[in-house]
């Protein structure tokens, strides 16, 4: 192909390793708009537009990247809501490598790298967001008589049904067990990945389009489910995975040993990083040891570096190459000054005499026929376990379903590992009337995931309830 491109992606600018990691700010500052064309004239606009496919809401990238080509920021932010009500959200954390650009026809070209979508629907998003004028106010559907329809749980899959039928006109009321909507986007993702201002505000657009969100209402306890059934025409389900899974090693009920689950809950939700102008304490230990290689566990070692760690290490398993976290995410975690210890599995928590642990005692791995996950199995290596000293270790090794709401539910029909049963293209349970998406149906995965969930429950329950309201 004699197609004269730049093979790299521009550039993006970012906050220094050695600065960054004294403070909670964004690491990627984002593109001005000047770099933001030079990107968007990377796209082909080609005609069969894989990426399209690529993107589970199915957003019309090419037409979102003609229009800021055109530096028509109105009609491309205009594209992007369309498709997807958290744009600035999707755009800095979807796993774009395996998404979208992960098919962009540009990255077919011999070195050449995939057009950075993800980077480009953050800018278009931010810059409809920080100047008057270029996004129009979200249309509330003034007549909601369509239906009432509950959500419970606002977190990416909720909120994504909320918006969408929002926009259809049915009333929507989301009730969320914690007191800020956003779900991971806020209790987990940490500030210098996702600020939470970026989440409020797209929170906020969904709210503006009609959607009731009553927070600190645990449906199961504070509210029952027979309650909810009574009062709405149709119910949503996306109270995600959130609960921690653990190694279960001797050793586990050391002080100092943390689940990733409460270390970053603790820092995003309850502002532990920002004590003391928050009241939530923190211990830090000096020397940290986290478990797992996905992006909880690279959130973990990161945010322990950043509140004072001298050595934030992190033990996996399995090789480099079967991390689960995303690479730009690990690429700043090695900038940082992580330490890898791969092929290497905690075997035991070793404590002191006031019950504090002292060090991981750790076996290493080596890698057999692959698992049922397609991944090769890692198997432990006879006699060669070692300790490395920690005074703090962070289990980020899965998190498991949500469990308030099952167990007030038992109608509902939930899979072998727990989850919820639903139809993958229309969410539909095996109760009349009640959908699920998102983590709750999938177990822990992505964003994007459990928003292409969403938009797909929303379509069913109009169908629903239209076809019973004709009835
Ligand atoms: P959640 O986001 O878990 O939201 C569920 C909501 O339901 C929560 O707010 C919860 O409080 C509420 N709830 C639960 N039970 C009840 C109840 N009984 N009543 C009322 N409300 C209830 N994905 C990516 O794509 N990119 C990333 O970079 C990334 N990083 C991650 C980092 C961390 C630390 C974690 C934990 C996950 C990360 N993920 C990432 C995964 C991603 O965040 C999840 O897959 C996604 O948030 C799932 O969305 P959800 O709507 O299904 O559930
Ligand atoms: Fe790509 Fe995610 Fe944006 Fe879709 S939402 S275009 S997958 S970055
Ligand atoms: Fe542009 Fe790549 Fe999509 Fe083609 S596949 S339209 S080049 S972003």
């Known amino acids: 192909m004699a197609l004269k491109i730049p093979n790299k992606k521009t550039p993006i600018a970012e906050q220094k390793p050695e600065e960054r990691i004294h403070n909670f700010k964004e690491v990627v500052f984002g593109y001005s708009l000047e770099e933001a064309i030079t990107e968007a004239n990377r796209c082909l606009q080609c005609a069969n537009h894989p990426c399209v496919a690529g993107c589970p809401v199915g957003i019309d990238i090419p037409g979102f990247i003609l229009a800021l080509r055109e530096k028509d920021l109105k009609k491309s932010i205009k594209i992007l809501k369309d498709y997807n009500n958290l744009p ?63 959500v419970i749980g606002a ?74 059934r009574k009062e709405f025409d149709a119910i949503f389900i996306g109270t995600g995975a959130g609960t921690p899974r653990f190694m279960n090693v001797p050793g586990t009920n050391l002080n100092g040993v943390y689940s990733a689950s ?62 689960p976290a995303r690479i730009e995410e690990y690429h700043h975690a090695v900038e940082e000054g992580i330490e890898f210890h791969w092929l290497t599995n905690p075997v035991e928590y070793i404590g002191d005499e006031n019950g504090n642990v002292k060090a991981v005692k750790c076996i290493k791995m080596k890698l057999g026929e692959p698992d049922a996950s397609g991944r090769r199995r890692p198997l432990p290596i ?19 379903s949500n469990k308030v709401l099952l167990s007030a539910f038992p109608e509902l029909k939930l899979n072998k590992r727990g989850y919820i049963e639903a139809d993958p293209e229309t969410g539909k349970t095996s109760v009349e009337g009640v959908y699920a998406g998102g983590d709750i149906v999938t177990g822990a995965a992505t964003v994007i995931l459990a928003m292409g969930a969403g938009k797909k429950s929303a379509q069913a329950i109009d169908e629903y309830i239209s076809s019973k309201k004709k009835k």
């Open 382 to 400: 006879e006699g060669s376990e070692f300790t490395i000293e920690a005074d703090m270790v962070i289990e980020a090794i899965g998190q498991t």
């Open 262 to 323: 409460e270390f970053l809950t603790r820092i995003n939700l309850m502002h532990g990083y920002e004590f003391p102008d928050y009241d939530t304490p923190l211990r830090i230990g000096k020397r940290v040891v986290v478990v797992g290689a996905g992006n909880v566990a690279m959130d973990a070692s990161r945010s322990a570096l950043r509140l004072g760690a001298e050595k934030s290490m992190i033990v996996y398993r399995r090789s480099e190459k079967e991390m």
């Open 88 to 150: 600035a959200v999707c755009g800095r954390v979807c796993p774009q490598e395996t998404q979208c650009e992960g098919v962009c026809t540009v990255s077919l070209i011999k070195d050449h790298e995939p057009v950075a979508i993800g980077k480009l629907e953050r800018f278009v998003a931010d810059w409809a967001a920080e100047h008057e004028g270029v996004e129009e106010p979200p249309k509330e559907v003034e007549e909601k008589e369509k239906g009432k329809v509950a």
């Open 155 to 228: 977190g990416p899959a909720g909120l994504t049904v909320a918006a969408d039928l929002a926009k259809r006109g049915y009333s929507v009321t989301i009730f969320e067990a914690l007191h800020a909507p956003g779900g991971v986007l806020m209790y987990g993702i940490p500030e210098f990945r996702l600020p939470k201002t970026i989440v409020e505000r797209e929170v906020k657009a969904i709210e503006e389009l009609g959607v009731k969100l009553e927070t600190d209402v645990v449906v199961g306890k504070t509210i029952t489910i027979e309650e909810i």
